[in-house]
């Protein structure tokens, strides 16, 4: 950070520094936002920028939105902006960005693409009409909005409709088209730049089939009794039920007070949430840099799609890996985390819900031998990280531990 820059963060709190141009030498560069328990990614790579979610509400708010401003007044614009999986502490930022962007041509930035699987991104499933008592199922749920979370700065009261509603009305560029196609792995690398490129790891599918028949099986309990051919009232009750129904059931974490003498592998448990199973996960690539972000996604489907015709020789290497849900013993597996390794992790979330991030997930990183030294960079001090403060790594391998504080995260040799 520059020095004038530090002393107007210093004195007014709610001051975010511009953006400025890339040096030369810097392939890729991220912001980690503090999302409370969510997430929320900006990535620079050579000019080219990215949204990966917004947190919720007040996490654009505070944080995403003069950033996004700031790209504007330099001439910049969004490449992609990703939403990977409707769960409230994901979507909720971008539910507030798309709802204040609004149509053209008075928008705070121009949005190339959108990717966000939703109801009507799925394959279509025939059923019946809707009927008076369907219809009455689904006003109900969309009056349910996107509340009922622990976090802080609710949905605000004008976003009464889905992302997809908002995406259809305005007119975006959405998963390629007009969202009736779904973003999965099976699909070709996204070409942004003759620099940058995103190839989609995940999800499959078959992933969100099952979170869209789970969904079905749900309302059919309400009385509703028909298909998932796509209509506004569908989606915006789709997307409101699913970014609140999985909360309740969230596994209990254990606490990271517990027996501390626990390994990864003593714990870990496969994540049975359909709604993290259906998230976006894609690799960006840009100049030779590339870095993994698995959202939410289950760590068996990413083992799966990233060893898929490569030699099980050793760890893929990345510049960087986002680390699944927070941190959850749920989501990184030891397999997984014997498939992928880099000198640079990212770890999103205040602690404040389930206990993320575990400790044993943190220390099974640092644990692992490596010919480099790991970076852990979280967007928050937890009891996790502090208590990995005093964690001396089982191979001798070096590693140190950051707190990002709004500040760019610059990979692929920085320099000022």
């Given at each position: 950070?520059?020095?004038?820059?530090?002393?107007?963060?210093?004195?007014?709190?709610?001051?975010?520094?511009?953006?400025?141009?890339?040096?030369?030498?810097?392939?890729?560069?991220?912001?980690?936002?503090?999302?409370?328990?969510?997430?929320?990614?900006?990535?620079?790579?050579?000019?080219?920028?990215?949204?990966?979610?917004?947190?919720?509400?007040?996490?654009?708010?505070?944080?995403?939105?003069?950033?996004?401003?700031?790209?504007?007044?330099?001439?910049?614009?969004?490449?992609?902006?990703?939403?990977?999986?409707?769960?409230?502490?994901?979507?909720?930022?971008?539910?507030?960005?798309?709802?204040?962007?609004?149509?053209?041509?008075?928008?705070?930035?121009?949005?190339?693409?959108?990717?966000?699987?939703?109801?009507?991104?799925?394959?279509?499933?025939?059923?019946?009409?809707?009927?008076?008592?369907?219809?009455?199922?689904?006003?109900?749920?969309?009056?349910?909005?996107?509340?009922?979370?622990?976090?802080?700065?609710?949905?605000?009261?004008?976003?009464?409709?889905?992302?997809?509603?908002?995406?259809?009305?305005?007119?975006?560029?959405?998963?390629?088209?007009?969202?009736?196609?779904?973003i999965s792995q099976d699909q070709q690398p996204l070409v942004l730049s003759e620099a940058v490129s995103v190839e989609v790891v995940g999800?499959?599918?078959?992933?969100?089939?099952?979170?869209?028949?789970?969904?079905?099986?749900?309302?059919?309990?309400?009385?509703?009794?028909?298909?998932?051919?796509?209509?506004?009232?569908?989606?915006?009750?789709?997307?409101?039920?699913?970014?609140?129904?999985?909360?309740?059931?969230?596994?209990?974490?254990?606490?990271?007070?517990?027996?501390?003498?626990?390994?990864?592998?003593?714990?870990?448990?496969?994540?049975?949430?359909?709604?993290?199973?259906?998230?976006?996960?894609?690799?960006?690539?840009?100049?030779?840099?590339?870095?993994?972000?698995?959202?939410?996604?289950?760590?068996?489907?990413?083992?799966?799609?990233?060893?898929?015709?490569?030699?099980?020789?050793?760890?893929?290497?990345?510049?960087?890996?986002?680390?699944?849900?927070?941190?959850?013993?749920?989501?990184?597996?030891?397999?997984?985390?014997?498939?992928?390794?880099?000198?640079?992790?990212?770890?999103?979330?205040?602690?404040?819900?389930?206990?993320?991030?575990?400790?044993?997930?943190?220390?099974?990183?640092?644990?692992?031998?490596?010919?480099?030294?790991?970076?852990?960079?979280?967007?928050?001090?937890?009891?996790?990280?502090?208590?990995?403060?005093?964690?001396?790594?089982?191979?001798?391998?070096?590693?140190?531990?950051?707190?990002?504080?709004?500040?760019?995260?610059?990979?692929?040799?920085?320099?000022?």
């Amino acid at each position: 950070m520059h020095a004038r820059e530090a002393v107007l963060r210093r004195m007014l709190p709610g001051y975010t520094a511009p953006i400025r141009p890339l040096p030369r030498s810097c392939m890729l560069r991220i912001k980690m936002y503090p999302a409370s328990n969510g997430d929320s990614f900006l990535v620079d790579a050579a000019g080219t920028f990215i949204l990966i979610d917004a947190g919720f509400a007040s996490t654009f708010q505070d944080f995403v939105k003069a950033d996004l401003a700031s790209l504007t007044s330099d001439g910049r614009r969004l490449a992609l902006a990703v939403c990977t999986h409707i769960d409230a502490d994901h979507i909720g930022g971008l539910l507030e960005f798309f709802s204040s962007n609004g149509p053209q041509p008075r928008r705070i930035v121009e949005v190339d693409r959108v990717w966000h699987n939703s109801l009507r991104s799925m394959p279509l499933q025939p059923g019946e009409e809707e009927g008076i008592q369907g219809k009455l199922v689904l006003e109900a749920l969309r009056r349910r909005g996107f509340g009922g979370t622990a976090a802080p700065g609710p949905i605000s009261a004008r976003q009464g409709s889905s992302l997809a509603k908002m995406l259809g009305h305005d007119g975006y560029l959405w998963n390629e088209g007009n969202g009736t196609t779904c973003i999965s792995q099976d699909q070709q690398p996204l070409v942004l730049s003759e620099a940058v490129s995103v190839e989609v790891v995940g999800p499959s599918r078959g992933r969100l089939e099952a979170l869209r028949n789970v969904w079905l099986k749900e309302v059919a309990k309400l009385g509703y009794k028909g298909g998932a051919a796509s209509t506004d009232l569908l989606d915006d009750a789709y997307e409101m039920w699913c970014a609140t129904a999985f909360q309740a059931t969230a596994p209990t974490i254990r606490k990271v007070s517990a027996n501390g003498n626990l390994r990864l592998a003593d714990i870990y448990a496969p994540d049975q949430s359909p709604a993290n199973g259906s998230s976006i996960a894609i690799v960006i690539k840009s100049a030779g840099v590339q870095v993994l972000f698995l959202g939410d996604a289950w760590a068996e489907d990413m083992v799966a799609r990233l060893r898929a015709g490569k030699p099980a020789t050793g760890p893929i290497l990345f510049d960087a890996i986002k680390v699944s849900h927070h941190g959850s013993c749920h989501n990184t597996s030891p397999e997984l985390l014997a498939t992928v390794d880099a000198p640079c992790f990212l770890i999103s979330t205040d602690g404040s819900r389930h206990g993320h991030p575990n400790f044993e997930v943190l220390a099974e990183i640092v644990d692992r031998p490596a010919p480099f030294e790991r970076r852990l960079i979280f967007n928050y001090e937890t009891a996790s990280s502090t208590r990995l403060r005093s964690h001396a790594s089982r191979s001798g391998t070096p590693f140190s531990i950051h707190i990002a504080d709004t500040n760019w995260i610059s990979l692929g040799g920085w320099t000022e």
